[in-house]
């Protein structure tokens, strides 16, 4: 049963002035339990806009968003609740923190679940673990930590409402390759760990590649590819000519096929197109 | 990418209004907020209406939209002729205990009903058709005389176009932090008021860290750039009166003339 639904959604932003755009059109998206879906598109394509749908922050002006299969604008007062079952990750999170310590900034959701304090402490250490942080950070002040390590801790504070679906909007950018490995992993393991969602927005097509088991790639606020991973990198020139990029490797195997090498361009990540390659190699060698 | 925003409520277009040079426009706002001030007659206040409503003719902005801009003073308005009704003396039309209403009172009333709803919609016109930067570039060229007596001219407008400049991305990282603390349950809408002040902190906080963060890396850019005050330094647009403005002129000239002259020979009853 499908955790969240996006049925046929469309979103006009400032309808009926002259500044009127229409920002999404007609997208769709099903998501169960512990998938972890991509999000892809040019800027401007209506990534952001279509992430503030998952939890209610923007009401689609025709079609539904559904969470365990009801419309979460059929009561819109109860709009707030849905909140705490789709954790939504801005771009830069760290520029959200406002507390004095990291305990209390992680603490700001769950206090607004009306958890109660022996709750609430449980879980700001567990999301703090999740995000690879430990027990020493929880006292100190974030605005003298590191961008990544506040970063962490503002993950860790929509990781703590416990959601069943998490969505983060590119939540690597800016940061060094190994914070950015860092982070990846470990939201891989809290995916693992808690069987919860992910969708993640990000214009990194390695990270897409490594991490993701489907993506849904939009164009101008309309669904332009939606499938797994290598059916929707196997169209790599579309997706060019979209002003996005496919993983290196791709374009390696690519590469190689219109060379008129056999290989299988479906292998998007290091690993498989190491296998493939070698595969490639071995049968030359019997040759 | 939140939403669209509009600072101020320019709604671009190319009506007579929207050509009009910015400096035009702002000595003409005066002259029009003046000629509300003179307008005393019943003459001259239709006289006013008339002149009103050709602006809004000619500024192609829905009337609608003219006042809704006033909404917002609707009260002040009326309490301000409110006022006027129970204290201006003349013949009682009323009288009860110590409630007098006069009939020099209603009719005072009644024109500064209107006078103040037309002062503010004439107002609004301007800042519907004319786009801040276009404001604040108006402004410094007015203002420019002033540099002999060392008035700081080009540090204002260099304030004054940063300001306007980043007042849409405040606003847009304003909403972006509402949306962000609303994703963790931030709730604004219930509890009493020192709850919902309180709300709003976790959005205060952040925007003036981000604020500060903005404002050192632009200085470090201006000076990187070696900026220093405005001496010699050029505009890419420069403001050229045209025709039009000259027309503008003389129509506003003739409309104060014809105000003063309404009030002359045709003054009120009362």
Known sequence: MAIIELRTISFRYGAGTPFEKQALQNISLSVDRGDFIGIIGHTGSGKSTLIRHFNGLLRPDSGQVLVNNEDIWKNPRQIRSVRFQIGLVFQYPETQIFEDTVAQDIAYGPKNMGLDQETINQRVLEALHFVGLDDSYLDRNPFRMSGGEMRRVAIAGVMAMKPAVLVLDEPTAGLDPEGRRNLLKHLEQYRRKTNTAIIMVSHSMEDIAEHVQRVLVLDKGKTAFEGSVPSVFAHADELMQLGLDVPQMTKVLLGLKAKGYSVDTSAVTMDQAEHELLRLFERKDHE | MTRDITVGQFLPGHSLLHRLDPRTK??????????????????????????????????????????????????VIVFTALINIFYVDGDPVFHYSFIRITDKGLFVGFTLLVRLTALIAGCSLIT???????????????????????????????????????????????????????????????????????????????????????????????????????????????????????????????????????????????
């Open chain 2, 26 to 75: 702002i000595v003409l706002t005066f002259v029009f907020i003046i000629q509300v001030f003179i307008s005393r007659s019943a003459l001259s206040l239709c006289f006013l209406i008339f002149v009103l409503g050709f602006l809004i003719t000619c500024s192609h902005v829905p009337a609608r939209k003219v006042f809704r801009a006033v909404r917002p003073m609707i009260p």
């Open chain 2, 128 to 270: 519907y058709t004319t786009s801040l930067n276009a404001l604040a570039a108006g402004l410094e060229q007015l203002l420019a005389p002033l540099k002999r007596f060392h008035f700081p001219v080009n540090e204002l407008s260099m304030t004054l176009s940063i300001t306007l400049r980043f007042l849409p991305t405040i606003a847009e990282e304003f909403d972006r932090i509402i949306d962000a603390q609303k994703a963790r349950g931030a709730d604004f809408s219930n509890g009493n008021l020192i709850k919902k002040i309180h709300a709003y902190f976790p959005i205060i906080l952040p925007l003036f860290m981000s604020s500060f963060r903005r404002a050192f890396e632009l200085t470090n850019a201006i000076e990187c750039r070696c900026y220093q005050g405005g001496n010699g330094r050029t505009k890419m647009n420069v403001l050229r009166l045209s025709r039009l403005d000259v027309q503008a002129i003389v129509f506003f000239c003739a409309a104060f003339g014809l105000s003063i002259a309404f009030n002359l020979f045709f003054p009120s009853f009362f």
